[in-house]
């Protein structure tokens, strides 16, 4: 008999039907009647299944005291309505079979509260838990509302090359991916000739895929890129990974304004979905995480988000009267506190931020007219602050090659991005999410190591 999922079980099996689940043990209460309650979960959903087994089934009497917290079992059985209050159904079980124990004296998760610092040290068994479990039930809904988001508006999906010798952020901030001998390189200390290594020059793990995603938006139309990114910034806040997932949208002859309604259409659509289809695992956000979780997400899907230009949220934030840690002028980044102010405090809603300063955003950015700023945009959401950052790309030729070798880069190295200037150029835009961050907004944890299965942080890379 192929098992039926715990989910599917809590929601249409009925009293008289004969099912299999399988799964593994959160609980076991035995009574002094004769028989054994069994509180089975599968990973399908946040509820337990309750199995009540006789002292009749076979093998009972030598296999029911290694039915432990975290021992896998399979269980055959009927279904009857549940005597219980919070529950339909139960499973009173026919046969069942212990697949693997867990020692009650080594097993770490066993029925108590765990510190979160404490599961990141056991990130193979923290699926376990409840709140991983439905992490790992929101990521899920949440990339596969991404791709119907873009798939349904006629996007195409590119996969983009995960080792690279370009630096789009120009940051410099890369992991380097070598075969070259490092030992002997070491002893010998000599200059490194990259002529000798696999790709014959300095390769790197890519820090987005955006100028690869560029060449298929001025070609075939609009695309996306969900993938894997990496960040050699050696930072250990709440905030930070070294490993990431982003999805990045390209689209030909969008402007600024277009790409920010995009966005905000975007941010939307996706927590709606987690919303409707996740109800059970955003109620125990709500409930265990966060009291305000629903709350945030509602006044996100259904408001507008409020657009303000650069120079306007830096006048909201000076004249605030408030204290902050980093003080903030015309021309200097905003930080994650100048960002949750507007969002949280000033604004109470989502915020869309726009026309940087030129200084601090990276070369391809379209320039402005005033010569100052960029069209660069960038969502702000309560709980998070920035979310998103994209703009409309520079598509002049002779001002994207002069905003390159203003940030030091050489245009040489990036013959084939500046061609796409040079043969039919169009006005296009774009943006970045880190997915990561998109699910710590959602779920409401405090730290983003937490939203993301193995973190990859400085001196961290376990699993």
């Not at 009927?78 to 529950?87: D, I, R």
């Not at 200390?189 to 560029?214: H, R, Y």
């Not at 391809?364 to 703009?391: F, H, Q």
Request: with cysteine; glycine share 6%; net charge negative.
């Amino acid at each position: 008999m192929i098992r039926t999922k715990i989910k599917t079980a809590l929601s249409t099996a009925q009293p008289g039907e004969t099912i299999k689940v399988s799964g593994w043990v959160r609980t076991r209460r035995d009574s002094k009647s004769g028989f054994s309650f069994v509180e089975l979960n599968d990973g399908s959903c946040m509820t337990n299944l309750q199995i009540v087994i006789d002292q009749n089934v076979p093998d009972y009497e030598a296999t029911i005291k290694d039915v432990n917290t975290g021992a896998s079992i399979s269980v055959t059985g009927k279904v009857n309505e549940s005597p219980g209050k919070n529950q339909r159904i139960e499973l009173h079980a026919e046969s069942f079979v212990l697949y693997g124990t867990a020692d009650p004296d080594t097993y770490p998760l066993q029925k108590k509260r765990h510190s979160f610092e404490f599961l990141r040290e056991i990130a193979h068994l923290r699926p376990r838990t409840n709140t991983f479990g439905a992490i790992t039930r929101v990521r899920n809904e949440a990339a596969a509302a991404i791709h119907r988001f873009f798939q349904t508006r006629g996007f195409v999906y590119i996969q983009t090359p995960i080792i690279t010798t370009s630096d789009c952020e120009g940051a410099g901030e890369m992991f380097q991916v070598t075969t070259l001998n490092l030992e002997r390189l070491a002893q010998v200390k000599t200059e490194i000739d990259f002529s000798q290594d696999f790709f014959g020059k300095p390769a790197s793990l890519t820090v987005s895929g955006q100028l690869e995603a560029e060449i298929f938006a001025t070609s075939i139309g609009e695309c996306y890129t969900f993938g894997p990114t990496f960040r050699a910034e050696n930072s250990n806040t709440s905030r930070h990974l070294a490993e990431f997932w982003m999805i990045e949208p390209e689209m030909p002859f969008y402007d600024l304004q277009d790409n920010m309604a995009l966005a905000e259409s975007f941010v939307r659509t996706v927590i709606s979905d987690v919303l409707e289809n996740c109800s059970e695992d955003m109620e125990f956000f709500n409930q265990r995480i966060d009291n305000t979780t629903l709350e945030t997400l509602t006044n996100i899907t259904s408001h507008e988000f409020i657009q303000i230009s650069y120079t306007e949220a830096i006048e909201i934030v000076k004249s605030s009267g408030k204290k902050f840690d980093y003080p903030i002028e015309w021309g200097s980044d905003m930080q994650s506190e100048h960002e949750r102010f507007l969002t949280e405090e000033y604004f109470k809603q989502p915020v869309i931020v726009y026309n940087y300063p030129r200084t601090i955003k990276p070369f391809y950015m379209r320039c402005n007219d005033d010569g100052k700023t960029v069209c660069a945009m960038d969502v702000l959401v309560p709980g998070v602050g920035e979310i998103i950052g994209g703009s409309q790309r520079e598509e002049r030729y002779d001002v994207l090659i002069d905003r390159m070798k203003e940030g030091g880069l050489n245009p040489d190295d990036y013959w084939w991005y500046t061609d796409l200037r040079k043969y039919g150029t169009v006005p296009h835009s774009g943006f970045g999410l880190g997915f990561e961050r998109l699910i710590q907004l959602i779920t409401s944890m405090t730290n983003i190591r937490d939203c993301i299965p193995f973190p990859r942080t400085p001196k961290n890379a376990e699993f």
